[in-house]
């Protein structure tokens, strides 16, 4: 009897060594002031800007989204896992928190990972041609690879099916697929989200870095890659989601991106194609067609200190011109968990070109905070960074 119940011990014992799991709460909140100059003023006959000023503010998510979130993991053995993640954006100036996204706006997934196999989500991600933060020198912060493409570089897509691979001789794969809920495939307007989805492959060595990616967002009006904003999908058009008008929001993207790493130093740069189809009737100044690229160096001066230096350009047809921000910043960690940061920048536009430093909505109606056509924005702002 004494030998059962010792063999029993054993294997409860050893069934709970195999199926530990852990849940983690984590966060971060970003918060800074800013100026600005070139911020449209004044709404004339036509619901346009009529004049231009500056603008004094206190700001959250300048350098980094403010979010909360928690993840866990259970061990079941085998070198299998469950995971679970939710996150939820917030505005740390005023506490206010996600919008038509719902509570974990960011991240609301669950799925199962294999030290062999990889990873396989089902849920609510970033969408991912965020892929692009990797080889940005200011990580998708409020200036940099989604302001001159207007926020099409940073949405979240619901409905998901993701995958990422193990990494085998340096590459690995990840690819996301987010179906559009509707009778029709692609979306059909009953929906608040076309079909999106998207893969990228990546080689990593030591000394460099190099990623492809695709990626298409379909209208759930239409199914279309192209068209006018659905007011079903999401509410605001603008930044932080892909609800932007024609190419800004429904379209395809073709990525190459490549890191290089020199001691202190990481080269980044990126080339997109950024295309939509089936768009009529546009408007003058709203293209179909962007190429967007990007270049930039970090100098890691100090274990603590970083100074950054990158350029942004845009070109799109059908009359929207091109832009180009210039911009320089850095940023020092008092901590392992919290860091100051500074970023001082400037989009220069073409005549017809009305692209600002934020991800702004498409046009110039007064309240989009785009610079007049063919003027200038710039701007810096200073703030705390603290993880926990």
């Given at each position: 009897m004494k030998k059962v119940l010792l063999a029993a011990s054993l294997l409860t014992f050893g069934m709970a060594a195999q199926a530990q799991s852990s849940v983690t709460l984590y966060g971060r909140l970003d918060a800074g002031l800013e100026y600005m100059t070139g911020v449209p003023t004044g709404v004339g006959a036509n619901g346009q800007a009529t004049g231009s000023s500056h603008r004094f503010k206190a700001e959250s998510g300048d350098w980094g989204t403010s979010l909360w979130g928690m993840k866990g993991v259970e061990d079941i053995g085998g070198g299998n896992k469950v995971l679970f993640q939710l996150q939820g954006s917030f505005n740390t100036m005023n506490g206010t928190g996600p919008g038509g996204g719902g509570l974990f706006n960011r991240w609301a997934t669950v799925g199962m990972s294999n030290d062999r196999f990889g990873t396989l989500l089902l849920g609510r991600e970033l969408f991912i041609s965020n892929g692009v933060w990797d080889f940005d020198p200011f990580g998708q912060s409020s200036w940099s690879s989604a302001s001159l493409v207007r926020g099409r570089n940073w949405p979240q897509?619901?409905?998901?099916?993701?995958?990422?691979?193990?990494?085998?001789?340096?590459?690995?794969?990840?690819?996301?697929?987010?179906?559009?809920n509707a009778t029709n495939w692609n979306g059909n307007g009953s929906t608040v989200q076309g079909r999106e989805g998207g893969a990228q492959i990546t080689y990593t060595n030591s000394l460099f870095q190099i990623r492809g990616l695709y990626d298409e967002i379909r209208n759930p009006s239409n199914g279309q890659l192209g068209g006018a904003y659905n007011a079903l999908n999401g509410g605001t058009v603008g930044a932080n989601n892909a609800n932007g008008?024609?190419?800004?929001?429904?379209?395809?993207?073709?990525?190459?991106?490549?890191?290089?790493?020199?001691?202190?130093?990481?080269?980044?740069?990126?080339?997109q194609a950024i295309r939509s189809s089936g768009m009529t009737n546009l408007a003058p100044g709203q293209p179909s067609s962007l190429d967007h690229e990007w270049g930039g160096v970090t100098w890691q001066a100090t274990p603590a200190a970083a100074l950054i230096a990158a350029v942004y350009h845009v070109n799109g047809n059908n009359g929207a011109g091109n832009a180009t921000i210039y911009t320089v910043g850095g940023?020092?960690?008092?901590?392992?968990?919290?860091?100051?940061?500074?970023?001082?920048?400037?989009?220069?536009?073409?005549?017809?070109?009305?692209?600002?430093?934020?991800?702004?909505?498409?046009?110039?109606?007064?309240?989009?905070?785009?610079?007049?056509?063919?003027?200038?924005?710039?701007?810096?702002?200073?703030?705390i960074q603290h993880s926990f």
């Open positions: 897509s619901s409905n998901n099916i993701s995958y990422q691979s193990p990494k085998i001789a340096g590459f690995d794969f990840y690819g996301q697929y987010a179906l559009s008008n024609g190419v800004y929001g429904y379209s395809r993207e073709y990525t190459a991106a490549v890191n290089v790493f020199l001691g202190q130093f990481k080269i980044q740069g990126a080339y940023s020092y960690n008092l901590s392992k968990r919290t860091l100051l940061d500074i970023q001082v920048a400037t989009t220069q536009n073409s005549k017809t070109a009305n692209y600002g430093l934020n991800a702004n909505n498409f046009g110039d109606a007064a309240g989009t905070d785009n610079p007049l056509p063919g003027h200038s924005q710039t701007g810096v702002y200073a703030g």
